[in-house]
């Protein structure tokens, strides 16, 4: 139902494998800010790709790239999978290298487009924060990093990070908070931007719960809160 466009392409990367990935581009005149949008374990769903379009929404063109590409059945990926039991075990499975990879040549797309500015960031959620975070160790070039409750990085890998680093976290998920005062102190000793938010009366993927119609009114406002914040930044760039 979304007024913008958007469209479903396929990214060359190395070793032969192509990204597939769903693209949005907002209704503005001028060229914009890419974000690069990174799916939670359950693999690139339509709720990833509604924040896609939420984002386009807020003047911003944003990717969404399946990193299950080629590696399902018959060379699918997402939508190959069987069960979310099965997508999960192929996400653990991702190799890192294979991953950063696949997310360089994103950028690279991203940076070729007529309608876009060299400005790109990325944002990811639950497993998909993780891997923004680590991908901010790979990529010198990045705008900023958003890490929606994800993993941090090694600490020792803290230091090669170039640009913010963003942090939205839920009250009630100590299995990711319990990380943030490490990465705090890792952050502060290698002089890099690390600004961790806890939002109140949530827990994890409280984003997405948040989106939810029977979402309670604290979800909605954890999100409204969070949302705002992750637009306000991304526009400050």
């Known amino acids: 139902k979304s007024p913008r466009h958007g469209e479903w392409i396929k990214i060359p990367s190395d070793n032969g494998r192509v990204v597939n990935a769903f693209i949005v581009s907002p209704e503005i005149k001028e060229k914009a800010t890419s974000v690069i949008v990174i799916h939670e374990i359950f693999g690139l769903t339509d709720w990833v790709r509604l924040v896609g379009d939420k984002l386009a929404e807020a003047g911003f063109v944003a990717i969404c790239p399946d990193l299950l590409s080629g590696t399902g059945p018959n060379g699918g990926g997402t939508e190959s999978f069987e069960s979310g039991d099965e997508v999960r075990r192929a996400i653990q499975n991702l190799d890192s290298t294979q991953i950063t990879t696949d997310l360089k040549a994103v950028m690279k797309y ?118 705002e914040r992750f637009v306000k930044l991304l526009k400050a760039l």
């Open 110 to 227: 991203l940076r070729e487009l007529p309608s876009t500015t060299d400005k790109v960031a990325i944002g990811g959620f639950c497993w998909g924060g993780g891997q923004s975070f680590r991908f901010a160790t790979n990529e010198d070039t990045l705008a900023g990093a958003f890490v929606f409750y994800g993993s941090p990085p090694r600490a020792e890998d803290i230091s090669k990070i170039k640009c913010p680093v963003y942090g939205f976290y839920g009250e009630n998920d100590n299995r990711i908070n319990s990380t943030i005062e490490a990465t705090q102190e890792a952050a502060k000793a290698a002089g890099i931007t690390y600004q961790p938010v806890i939002y109140s009366g949530v827990g994890h993927a409280f984003l997405r719960r948040g989106m939810d119609d029977g979402a309670s009114d604290v979800e909605k406002t954890a999100t409204q809160q969070a949302w």
